[in-house]
């Protein structure tokens, strides 16, 4: 089984509909992230979490929100989703810094199409 | 502020060649350079790093990369492409403040051609 499972991997929704999209990890690490990618932008951060009581906004935050329900449960909010939303999606963990810093756990990406 | 370009959207090699992926890096600070490798209908993996130290680092497969300051570049090479090289290739830096923050470049696909 991975260590960062994302849900649903691919989801085709329309215009003002709400989605929620899920990771979870079994790493035991504190630091979750949600980058959305783009072609020609690579990976853009969106939000991120460094324990369950601590969220913080990315680069592109607008139009969404998070929910960090435990230390292995990150979800990704579009409260209205809309057609510039159409992306690929990732969640990430990372541990603590130090050695391990930067070194992010990638889930396998969640493909989120807005008609 | 600090950001990461890399120089080529696309590059393609015949198996066997060289392969150079460049990325350079604007930073006010010593920086932590990282590159990320992405196969295909999957999340990205780290290849290497760069923190402190030795400037030439290696990483997986037979990758490495160099960190010149005097040029802020920190391209990723490996001698000799094998097909299974074929991903796209993301180079990052690491946001100053302690927050552990990627920023991460363009990507650049790489195709391996027989």
């Known amino acids: 089984d991975a260590d960062v499972t994302q849900t649903p991997r691919n989801r085709i929704t329309k215009t003002g509909k709400r989605i929620m999209l899920e990771c979870s990890q079994t790493?035991?690490?504190?630091?979750m992230y949600w980058y959305r990618q783009d072609p020609g932008l690579g990976l853009r951060l969106i939000y991120y979490s460094f324990d369950v009581k601590d969220i913080n906004k990315g680069e592109i935050s607008d139009g969404y929100s998070v929910s960090r329900q435990a230390q292995a449960k990150f979800s990704l909010s579009l409260e209205s989703a809309i057609p510039n939303q159409t992306a690929l999606y990732f969640c990430a963990t990372s541990d603590l810094g130090g050695i391990n810093t930067g070194e992010l756990f990638f889930g396998e990406g969640s493909r989120l199409t807005v008609l | 502020a600090q950001s990461v370009t890399q120089l080529g959207s696309h590059v393609s090699v015949s198996e066997g060649a060289l392969v150079l992926l460049r990325c350079n890096y604007s930073s006010s600070v010593p920086p932590y350079l990282f590159w990320y490798v992405q196969y295909p209908n999957q999340g990205l993996q780290l290849l290497l790093k760069?923190?402190?130290?030795?400037?030439l680092v290696k990483g997986i497969n037979g990758f490495e990369a160099e960190f010149k300051k005097s040029e802020t570049s920190f391209h990723l090479t490996k001698p000799s492409a094998h097909m299974s090289d074929a991903a796209e290739y993301f180079c990052?830096?690491?946001?100053?403040?302690?927050?552990?923050?990627?920023?991460f470049g363009a990507g650049t696909r790489l195709a391996v051609h027989p």
């Open positions: 790493k035991g690490h504190d630091r």
């Open positions: 760069y923190t402190t130290g030795a400037t």
């Open positions: 990052a830096v690491i946001l100053s403040g302690g927050y552990n923050k990627l920023i």
